[in-house]
């Protein structure tokens, strides 16, 4: 599915782009795009997803106490 940004009549270039960019990083485009640029070996894979899932629950364990 592309990502479509309509500019208004008189809206400057910059900030349409701007739009874009906040649009892409909303739905995580650029974040894959980055992620896919190079090989990862599937323990790296699961090294990354289980300090993310560390960190998350850490803060979700935070958050609860207070």
């Given at each position: 599915?592309?990502i479509?940004?309509?500019t ?9 782009l ?10 995580g ?17 699961r ?20």
């Open positions: 599915m592309p479509e940004i309509k208004r009549k008189t809206e400057p270039i910059e900030k349409a701007r739009r874009l960019k906040k649009k892409l990083d909303r739905e485009i650029l974040r894959d795009s980055r992620a896919k640029r190079y090989f990862e070996k599937p323990c790296e894979v090294r990354r997803k289980k300090k993310v899932a560390a960190f998350t629950n850490m803060l979700r364990q935070r958050y609860e106490q207070m």
